[in-house]
């Protein structure tokens, strides 16, 4: 369904991307891990073209573009078949929950008000927040405005949700709830990227597990195989490290 | 020494003539600086380089000359600037000396008000973190839906402080606007007190007037204010009945 190809980023001198592939299948849950500054983030927005990437090429069905090069209408169509989870959910501040999540259904895909009122409430309750349609973002915890975040991404439709670091900016007993919609949707049969360092998380949901390093993809299989039998010793390495820590935590 | 009060009383109704002068002056200032002023604040924010240039020299003159000195400017150079240009250049018989007074006090203030409020609409749009801006792009926006429906109706409201701050000044330079011979409250005042030499009681009158009209400015932004940024209080939870932590 999706395929990206080569993907290569700079910020001035830093390379942050040096040829990153990915293959993405209808309902692949595929988590991509590693170590801060490994360039997972920047590859997630250069899939959505928040960063433009240097290089690279993007299969989409039917979508056949370069990265670089893409055009304003290519650029929307992939949008539109895309949603993007932030870290910092990024809701609109001035609009309430339901508004935040039939903005992109009223104004970007010009869905009747109606109808949007009532996708947006199923996106709303799906994530649990049935009773808080009307609160704005200043109203609403850490986990709350993020379960927003996703209904607003899961309302549009999307082929493909990418979701950036959905829970590290949210305190540790707010986690859960975010995780579990997640997991929620996984079941579901969505197609998700998630960049995380949700360890357990991975292991419980992941089809795939890409682990990269210094801008390039160090190693990819099942998320067993990743876990209990890693290939490379950088991947052994990170994993040993955060699941210390991660017990070390428990 | 002792105060006329009744100069006092008969000055104070004349002033009230000249307040609709300097609220009408006030007001077609901000009519046209807001927008304008929005616009340079977000033209300084995007890619042109050229405009950007010409934006900051403008900023920079304006603000680094005083009132008086750009009405003193204007005020003798413009006229004959047009007159030049009215009877030499176009060849028509108008006679530019006997046009209202009023837009030439329009136009300083104009001048002035757009070049502080791009400063302000700058700072206020600032105040609106980027992620909003990538949201809506990522929801399949565009960039200008973004400005109109996101990122613009929050820079405003960020911003009203700011503007009831320079539409006070601006009030209250219009008294400057006597210079330029608009009969507006600070003129009729002087006017007033020149027949008797009350200037001590005249100037109490609008030092008065002044007060009230500035407190009620501040009135109607207070209130605006407490209407438009209700997203920006945690004001439902406590109507709402919500359970408690834990």
Not at chain 1, 169 to 178: F, K
Not at chain 2, 42 to 49: E, I
Not at chain 2, 87 to 95: F, H
């Amino acid at each position: 369904m999706l395929e990206v190809k080569n993907v290569h980023k700079a910020f001035g001198h830093n390379e942050v991307l040096k040829g990153v592939d990915i293959k993405v299948d209808k309902g692949d849950i595929i988590v991509i891990l590693g170590p801060s500054g490994s360039g997972k983030t920047t590859f997630l927005r250069c899939l959505n073209f928040l960063e433009k990437a240097d290089q690279g090429t993007m299969d989409f069905d039917d979508i056949h573009t370069e990265l670089k090069s893409a055009s304003k209408s290519v650029i929307t169509k992939v949008r539109r078949k895309t949603a993007f989870v932030f870290q910092n959910y990024n809701l609109f501040q001035n609009k309430t929950a339901i508004q935040n999540v039939m903005e992109g259904l009223t104004v970007a895909r010009k869905v009747p008000k109606e109808e949007a009122r009532q996708i947006a409430q199923q996106a709303l309750d799906k994530v649990g927040l049935e009773d808080r349609y009307d609160y704005y973002p200043s109203q609403l915890s850490g986990g709350q405005q993020q379960r927003v975040g996703i209904a607003r991404a899961i309302a549009v439709n999307p082929d493909v949700l990418l979701f950036d670091e959905p829970t590290s900016a949210l305190d540790p007993e707010l986690i859960g709830e975010v995780l579990t919609v997640m997991k929620k949707l996984a079941k579901e049969g969505a197609t998700m990227i998630i960049v995380t360092h949700e360890m357990s998380f991975a292991q419980e949901v992941a089809s795939k597990v890409i682990f990269m390093d210094g801008g390039v993809v160090v190693e990819q299989g099942s998320a067993k195989q990743i876990f209990t039998a890693p290939k490379e010793e950088r991947t052994s390495q990170f994993l040993h490290r955060v699941l210390k820590d991660y017990d070390y935590v428990i | 020494m002792k105060l006329d009060t009744k100069f006092m009383l008969e000055t104070f109704i004349d002033v009230l003539g000249g307040v609709p002068v300097t609220l009408k002056i006030t007001i077609v200032t901000l009519l046209v600086s807001v927008p304008a002023g929005f616009m340079m604040a977000l033209s300084r924010a995007g890619n042109g380089r050229i405009g950007r240039r010409i934006i900051i020299a403008y900023v920079s003159l304006i603000r680094g000359t005083p009132v008086v000195l750009q009405i003193l400017f204007l005020y003798s150079l413009l006229p004959t600037l047009l007159n030049y240009l009215i009877k030499e250049i176009l060849g028509l018989e108008y006679n530019i000396f006997r046009l209202d007074p009023i837009l030439y006090a329009y136009s300083v203030f104009i001048l002035n008000t757009t070049a502080v409020l791009s400063e302000v609409f700058r700072s206020a749009l600032s105040t609106v973190n980027q992620g909003q801006m990538e949201a809506a792009l990522s929801i399949g926006m565009t960039k200008t839906q973004a400005y109109i429906r996101i990122i613009v109706p929050q820079a405003l409201v960020a911003a009203l402080p700011n503007i009831c701050n320079t539409t006070v000044s601006l009030l209250k330079s219009t008294s400057l606007a006597f210079m330029m011979t608009v009969r507006d409250i600070t003129a009729i005042a002087k006017i007033d007190a020149s027949f008797g030499y009350n200037y001590l009681e005249a100037y109490l009158v609008i030092f008065f007037a002044y007060i009230l009209l500035c407190s009620l400015v501040q009135g109607v932004f207070y209130l605006t204010e407490h209407s438009v940024s209700s997203y920006r209080r945690e004001k439902a939870i406590r109507k709402a009945p919500v359970m408690q932590n834990g």
